[in-house]
């Protein structure tokens, strides 16, 4: 990721919103989403053009690791950004008013039912929507590099 380079956030409508905010603030504003519920902005290249894309997500900790899951509200296919992660794993990470560059890995077999566990614990959604799908909703671990 170079600097300077143009962002597209993605999708439209109060997640666009949501993301000019935490942006325009630094993190003052979107953060904190909804109460004891932070978000964290994550930025991917994207694997067709090449483009930086960016979108909110709901986070959680494990140590030092930052965790988000790829639910897209349990639709049959894996949201846009993390396949553009697992096709470059190098992305930018904000969470409040820092900014840091992070390597992007899914969970193994071994780690995800404690992490999956922690995310569930902070959006119990997350249990609804592995119901919705026939795939298995990945947890990705955010590590900084």
Known sequence: MTSGEQVLDS???WVADHIRRYVET??????????GVFTLLLTTRGRRSGQLRR?????????????VVASQGGDPKHPA?????LDEPQVEVQVG???FTARARTATAEEKPR?????????????????????????VVLERV
């Open 55 to 67: 979108t909110a997500l709901i986070y959680g900790r494990d140590g030092d690791a930052y965790l």
């Open 81 to 85: 950004w993390y396949l553009n992660l």
């Open 97 to 99: 008013a820092e900014v």
């Open 26 to 35: 630094g993190g003052a504003e979107g953060h904190e989403w909804r109460p």
């Open 115 to 139: 992490m999956w566990s922690t995310m569930t614990a902070i959006w119990p959604a997350y249990d609804d929507y592995q119901t919705r799908t026939d795939r298995e909703i990945p947890v």
């Open 11 to 13: 999708p439209a409508g």
